[in-house]
T-cell receptor, first 112, second 112 residues
């Protein structure tokens, strides 16, 4: 049973470009979460999604960031017009309802 | 509370000794707590969890203690091994709601 998959593992973008991060949850998991982690810091919650629904986006910046979890396919975290401050590791987790979250290996975004 | 970019606290222990990692939480409504281990370059890995109706739970070489009176959580690792070197995060969840809030983290260094 494959774990949570994230791709790409490393992503380099220039300022102003768009970044798309993908997350495929574990089989049977209908809940997806995105977190951001800066070096030497903890994980900061960004957004919680179920299939086709955003449940809680209280941790998402108001501009440039969006997330989706379509009926078919992976969850996507999209960052438009990236800035240097967006450089971080972005982790996705998935779970069954009311169960522990399993994390993917993360995508390390570097903005030049 | 939110991390403000401080360096992670570090705990250094001799191989074979027991380790105790502490965590304070602030939300008195939190009823589910999790410890995660994060190795360099990887996503957080679930170690052990505990619900608020318990004060102690044991796993393989790990024990979690919960003191709700002072809102304190600890992780004890018996006979610490070099492979235990990682950053350890406590996390909390309230009222069955899926959003998990992470603490700052503690870096465990095992001295051979």
């Amino acid at each position: 049973n494959a774990g949570v998959m994230q791709n790409p593992r490393h992503l380099v973008r220039r300022r102003g470009q768009e970044a798309r991060l993908r997350c495929s949850p574990m089989k049977g998991h209908s809940h997806v979460y995105w977190y951001r982690q800066l070096p030497e810091e903890g994980l900061k919650f960004m957004v919680y999604l179920q299939k086709e629904n955003i449940i809680d986006e209280s941790g998402m910046p108001k501009e440039r960031f969006s997330a989706e979890f379509p009926k078919e396919g992976p969850s996507i975290l999209r960052i438009q017009q990236v800035v240097r401050g967006d450089s971080a590791a972005y982790f996705c987790a998935s779970s069954r309802p009311d169960n522990e979250q399993f994390f993917g290996p993360g995508t390390r975004l570097t903005v030049l | 509370g939110e991390s403000v970019g401080l360096h992670l606290p570090t705990l250094s222990v001799q191989e074979g000794d027991n380790s105790i990692i502490n965590c304070a939480y602030s939300n008195s409504a939190s009823d589910y707590f999790i410890w995660y281990k994060q190795e360099s370059g990887k996503g957080p890995q679930f170690i052990i969890d505990i619900r608020s109706n318990m004060d102690k739970r044991q796993g393989q070489r790990v024990t979690v203690l919960l003191n709700k009176t002072v809102k304190h959580l600890s992780l004890q690792i018996a006979a610490t091994q070099p492979g235990d070197s990682a950053v350890y995060f406590c996390a909390e969840r309230a009222g069955g709601y899926q959003k998990v809030t992470f603490g700052i983290g503690t870096k465990l260094q095992v001295i051979p």
